[in-house]
């Protein structure tokens, strides 16, 4: 499985930006996907994932009520929209996936996601 994240940029505070994250390879196998971030001298941190076979989507505290995740299906394609951003979102933002099912509190560790985007950058300025 190869996953590739874009649509990364520099925004003003309370803007929206839309990620995409591609997926190719056998994606069949994917159970949950999501995205995670890491903002300079950070270490790595979930934003939010959907578990597949669970049909649940999960958040970080920090972007409930801003940042949505949907996904289309017939293009293997996960999405971010992140709205209302704050200058503390300012990172580098990673699409992961596992083909593990995992249980809730393992979903928040990035070890246990096999699968990794490159990462795209978004900026928010204050």
């Known amino acids: 499985v190869q996953l590739q994240a874009s649509g990364g940029g520099l925004v003003q505070t309370g803007n929206s930006l839309r990620l995409s994250c591609a997926a190719s390879g056998r994606t069949s196998s994917i159970d949950v996907m999501g995205w995670f971030r890491q903002p300079p001298g950070k270490e790595r941190q979930f934003v939010g994932v959907?578990?597949?076979?669970?049909?649940?989507?999960n958040y970080a505290d920090s972007v409930k009520g801003r940042f949505t995740i949907s996904r289309d299906n017939a293009k293997n394609e996960l999405y971010l929209q992140m709205n209302n951003l704050k200058p503390d979102d300012t990172a580098v933002y990673y699409c992961?996936?596992?083909?593990?099912?995992?249980?809730?509190?393992?979903?928040?560790?990035?070890?246990?996601?096999?699968?990794w985007g490159q990462g795209t950058q978004v900026t928010v300025s204050s």
């Open positions: 959907y578990r597949r076979s669970r049909r649940i989507t």
């Open positions: 992961a996936g596992t083909v593990k099912n995992l249980i809730l509190s393992s979903i928040y560790d990035p070890v246990h996601y096999e699968y």
